[in-house]
């Protein structure tokens, strides 16, 4: 897709995502977006265009680091309800509790025992966060092994890149169909008439942005809450004891 092209669409699907904020503002709704995916699937450029014209203080990006050791003995669900939204929010996890699931259970973070009650209980935890009025969606990106391993190579040899490149990325590709098996049994496990996987086709970046956006909007059932254009006042006239200019010891302006 031509950037020209992919500029033009992701504008005005930016326009929408303005409406929606406006929308959840007035009406008090909560919405929860996980992405989930393989590595270098592309889930930080999705959400990098969902949030980029958007208020931070409506649209919430939760992306947890590692648990500290305290929260490794709290109960394995806290952390995360810890960061749900309250009315008039939208939090986007980067990453979520289903790293039980993928990442814990293929790197043997935790036992097999952990993750198969896991994937027992986290449909019955979703249907509560349904039931509790939270508009939960969930997106699973993936990405073929030939696209990832350029997207891998991109980030070696590019230094804007190399700081998404960890350890554990550089595994995920030798460990390819340990977690195609683990992702398998996730989304079977836990895709509900309540809670559904959407699985985003990612090869092509720009493409999946679009779709993944676009889509998005079409689940929620938004309304455009109308706009008053506010009249700018005349400014006040300048005390006569107020200095012509704001001057600072170092302008950054003198410095290019």
């Known amino acids: 897709m031509k950037r ?7 504008y005005k699907l930016q326009v929408e995502l303005c409406k929606l904020q406006d929308w959840v503002k007035q009406s008090g709704v909560k919405i929860v977006v996980v992405f989930e995916g ?6 930080g450029g999705v ?6 014209r958007v208020s931070p203080r409506v649209f919430r990006v939760v992306a947890l680091p590692k648990p500290t050791e305290r929260e490794i003995t709290q109960i394995f669900m806290q952390r995360y309800i810890e960061q749900f939204p309250a009315g008039g929010e939208i939090v986007i996890f980067d990453r979520s509790w ?17 993750c198969q009650h896991f994937l027992r209980t986290c449909p019955l935890f979703e249907r509560e966060l349904v039931e509790s009025d939270i508009i939960l969606v ?3 990106l993936d990405v073929g092994q030939d696209e990832q391993e350029r997207r891998f190579r991109a980030r070696i040899t590019d230094p804007r890149k190399q700081w ?24 079977a496990a836990t895709d509900t008439e309540y809670a559904p996987w959407y699985v985003v086709d990612s090869n092509d970046k720009r493409k999946a942005r679009l779709n993944c956006i676009g889509h998005f909007l079409s689940l ?33 302006n003198d410095r290019f």
């Open 220 to 252: 929620i059932p938004y309304d455009e809450v109308p706009f008053s254009a506010p009249k700018l006042p005349g400014r006040k006239k300048r005390d006569p004891d107020t200095p012509n200019e704001i001057r600072a010891l170092n302008r950054v």
């Open 98 to 114: 289903y790293n039980r699931a993928g990442v814990e259970r293929v790197m043997e973070f935790c036992s097999e025992k952990d």
């Open 4 to 10: 020209k092209d992919f500029e033009r669409e992701l």
């Open 38 to 43: 393989r590595d270098a699937a592309g889930k």
């Open 164 to 187: 998404k490149l960890s350890p554990m990325d550089i595994e995920s590709m030798r460990r390819w169909w340990d977690y195609t098996q683990a992702y398998d049994e996730m989304i």
């Open 47 to 52: 959400i990098k265009r969902l949030t980029e």
């Open 138 to 140: 969930k997106y699973f």
